[in-house]
């Protein structure tokens, strides 16, 4: 099935620790995008790229960082990973301007003990 | 600074009745305004997109309207179903720049058999 595919699902790290979060998208979309998503704040745009090699900063950039070497795939790393990063982490791609809509993946859920 | 507010508190209805959610938002100029779908655990799924010259688009059940001197959206369910029943988000891109979407903190429906 065409979409977005995020790995993993669920993750439990120790603070001080990195990862890597992968997002793979078969839809030939310019586009992805990452996004956190933590009770009563919504989705907050973390990084973002408009195309493969370039990368740009969202609205909650640091702890992140992020590479887009392919254009199918969009990668989110936590260097060293604290407690406020415990969220629900989502990845999207679209066309530019967006005027499909955006295509989500189906969430990483990251624990920092 | 840009705000887009969505109703905190669950909206109840019954079945069969008209479901109607409201989007506002301030210091902001849209060029296009979407609706999102997102059952729990999952990620969210594209509606319907509205451009800032659109007054109202529809979709099966689904109609939305677009007012941008009010600075407000409506989204509406007709028929409502307890199939329904998730949480609503609306999302605004931007008139200049990169296609990057700011979503609102999204409204829950119950719909009652």
């Known amino acids: 099935n065409a979409g977005v595919t995020q790995t993993p699902k669920f993750r439990v790290l120790k603070t001080g620790q990195s990862m890597t979060l992968l997002c793979a998208q078969d839809?030939?979309?310019?586009?992805m995008y990452w996004y956190r998503q933590d009770p009563g704040m919504g989705l907050r745009l973390i990084h973002y790229?408009?195309?493969?090699?370039?990368?740009a900063k969202g609205e909650v950039p640091d702890g992140y960082n992020v590479s887009r070497l392919k254009k199918q795939n969009f990668l989110l790393g936590l260097e060293s990973a604290a407690p406020s990063q415990t969220s629900v982490y989502f990845c999207a791609s679209s066309y530019f301007r967006a005027n499909y809509g955006y295509t989500f993946g189906s969430g990483t859920r990251l624990t920092v003990v | 600074s840009q705000k887009i507010e969505q109703n905190s508190e669950a909206l109840n209805i019954q079945e069969g009745k008209t479901a109607t959610l409201t989007c506002n938002y301030t210091n902001y100029s849209p060029a296009y305004l979407q609706w999102y779908r997102q059952d729990p655990g999952r990620g969210p799924v594209f509606l319907l997109l509205i451009r800032e010259n659109e007054k109202e688009k529809r979709k099966e059940r689904l109609k939305v309207t677009f007012d941008t001197t009010l600075k407000q959206s409506l989204f509406h369910i007709t028929a409502s179903q307890p199939a329904d029943s998730a949480t609503y988000l609306c999302a605004l891109e931007p008139n200049s720049g990169y296609s990057t979407l700011t979503f609102g903190k999204g409204t829950m429906l119950l719909v009652s058999p």
């Open positions: 839809m030939n979309h310019e586009y």
């Open positions: 790229s408009v195309g493969e090699g370039t990368t």
